[in-house]
């Protein structure tokens, strides 16, 4: 539980009818305070208008923080960074689940686990043939993951600490089986068995990438580099995906079903399906001399497009995360022997360009983690339909944390959000043979 205090009531002029509404503020460990606003229509007979949720604290959470206007990510108070250089994942996913970092015998014992639960039901496959194999990996996951709540039934108790934590090392453990075999399906390969002599980074490369018919060992920078990326994605405090878990799971429902709405968040190319996104822009965009015209679309607010990699909503700095992966970035690359990607040197170029550039500078708008994800994962080797889908392997610990943590909170009561209606007042119902004298032309 988080060190949350309460100031001293604060009063706040919002009333409807003018009278000021007297409402806590809560102040947090680190970050400004916030009003609590759960008695403010009873004391100010209005209610809070936030679409988008920009300014409102949908829970209190003590896993991860995050300083947009200076650049700042810990998770359970670790920068970011020193997290990357000196933890492995699976040390990382303990510290998320757990909230400390674990001693030895923990790390061995969790890794263990997590080993030991990577293989799936042998009836799932069946569930994949059901697919086209030109589906979007990210569809197949959706469907797999929410479908994994029929084969554990019994361990659906969601109030049982015990069934709550078995159901969490499953996520985690067969989550890159189950990318990895979206992928396997898509190329018509045969399905490679989960690995327990490799590491977690190793054994999803081996499951990407390796076949039955020749020896494969993923290249120790690859290793390396997927391991910073997993580490890197792996929460992100209350974003649009964790927001999702935790709104399906307000409603009591198991936890895959939650994370199968996670993943369908995720896929959404504001969110993780960016980093696919990053690509697909650099392939449109080609060469340096057509940078110009892609950012002209980019600025043109009568246009949606968007410069995928680029903007946040909370980051109004440099993404950390972004800072980290740009610095790796090269050494990735350089160890790959992929230094001379074209793709890398018109990355940089756009990064520079943006940068410099009036728009961007004006709107905060700096490279965010999918920036340079989406380059990391083609240098790995991914086609860009499963740069997300191993994101999604990455969160999944968020994920679960951030459901764990909301089961146990007293606090926690079904997400019902309110909104300001601008439909009709209450009218009478017009007999159908009137009814076209009474509304204009639709249809
Ligand atoms: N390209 C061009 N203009 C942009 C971009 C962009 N990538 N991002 C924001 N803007 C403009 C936007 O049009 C608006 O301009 P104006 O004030 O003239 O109307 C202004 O910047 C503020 O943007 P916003 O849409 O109000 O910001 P938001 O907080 O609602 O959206 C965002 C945040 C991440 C959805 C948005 O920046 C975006 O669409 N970025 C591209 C997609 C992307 O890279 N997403 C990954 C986010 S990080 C990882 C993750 O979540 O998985």
């Known amino acids: 539980?988080?060190?949350?205090?309460?100031?001293?009531?604060?009063?706040?002029?919002?009333?409807?009818?003018?009278?000021?509404?007297?409402?806590?503020?809560?102040?947090?460990?680190?970050?400004?305070?916030?009003?609590?606003?759960?008695?403010?229509?009873?004391?100010a007979g209005c209610y809070a208008y936030d679409p988008a949720l920009g300014q409102t604290g949908i829970c209190r959470s003590a896993i991860t923080y995050v300083d947009g206007e200076s650049g700042v990510l810990l998770y359970r108070g670790y920068p970011i960074a020193d997290l990357v250089e000196r933890c492995s994942y699976v040390e990382i996913c303990w510290l998320l689940l757990n909230g400390e970092l674990p001693t030895a015998a923990q790390l061995e014992r969790f890794t263990h686990d997590i080993t030991h639960h990577t293989m799936v039901n042998e009836q799932l496959h069946a569930i994949y043939r059901g697919f086209r194999r030109d589906a979007h990996p990210m569809a197949v996951m959706c469907g797999v993951v929410g479908a994994l709540a029929a084969f554990y039934h019994d361990g659906l108790d969601i109030f049982d600490p015990l069934h709550r934590m078995i159901a969490s090392h499953r996520l985690i453990a067969k989550m890159p089986t189950i990318a990895a075999m979206a992928y396997k399906y898509s190329l018509g390969q045969p399905?490679?068995?989960?690995?327990?002599?490799?590491?977690?980074?190793?054994?999803?490369?081996?499951?990407?990438?390796?076949?039955?018919?020749?020896?494969?060992?993923?290249?120790?920078?690859?290793?390396?580099?997927?391991?910073?990326?997993?580490?890197?994605?792996?929460?992100?405090?209350?974003?649009?995906?964790?927001?999702?878990?935790?709104?399906?799971?307000?409603?009591?429902?198991?936890?895959?079903?939650?994370?199968?709405?996670?993943?369908?968040?995720?896929?959404?190319?504001?969110?993780?399906?960016?980093?696919?996104?990053?690509?697909?822009?650099?392939?449109?965009?080609?060469?340096v001399d057509r940078i110009p015209e892609i950012l002209r679309r980019a600025k043109d607010n009568s246009d949606p497009f968007r410069l995928m990699g680029f903007g946040h909503r909370v980051y109004k700095s440099y993404d950390p995360r972004a800072k980290v992966l740009r610095q790796r970035c090269y050494e990735i690359l350089d160890a790959l022997g992929q230094r001379d990607d074209p793709l890398l040197a018109l990355a940089m170029e756009l990064e520079r360009v943006t940068l410099a550039d009036d728009y961007f500078i004006e709107r905060k708008l700096y490279p965010n983690v999918d920036f340079y994800s989406g380059i990391i994962f083609r240098a790995l080797g991914l086609p860009p339909a499963m740069f997300t889908p191993v994101f999604a392997v990455a969160r999944t610990v968020?994920?679960?944390?951030?459901?764990?943590?909301?089961?146990?909170?007293?606090?926690?009561?079904?997400?019902?959000?309110?909104?300001?209606?601008?439909?009709?007042?209450?009218?009478?119902?017009?007999?159908?043979?009137e009814r076209a004298a009474h509304q204009p032309l639709v249809g």
């Open 1 to 43: 539980m988080s060190a949350m205090r309460h100031f001293a009531s604060a009063e706040i002029g919002i009333g409807h009818n003018g009278n000021p509404a007297k409402l806590p503020v809560l102040q947090p460990t680190i970050g400004p305070p916030m009003a609590d606003i759960r008695k403010l229509y009873r004391e």
């Open 191 to 287: 399905f490679v068995y989960p690995r327990n002599d490799l590491s977690y980074a190793e054994n999803l490369l081996n499951m990407l990438f390796s076949v039955p018919c020749e020896a494969y060992r993923a290249p120790a920078a690859a290793a390396r580099a997927l391991e910073a990326l997993l580490i890197i994605q792996a929460d992100h405090e209350q974003n649009a995906s964790t927001s999702a878990m935790r709104l399906v799971g307000s409603t009591r429902a198991n936890p895959y079903a939650c994370t199968a709405a996670a993943i369908a968040a995720l896929w959404g190319p504001l969110h993780g399906g960016a980093n696919e996104g990053v690509l697909e822009t650099l392939a449109e965009i080609g060469t």
């Open 398 to 433: 968020g994920w679960v944390a951030h459901w764990n943590e909301m089961i146990a909170d007293p606090e926690t009561r079904i997400f019902r959000p309110r909104q300001l209606y601008t439909g009709p007042v209450e009218r009478a119902l017009v007999a159908i043979d």
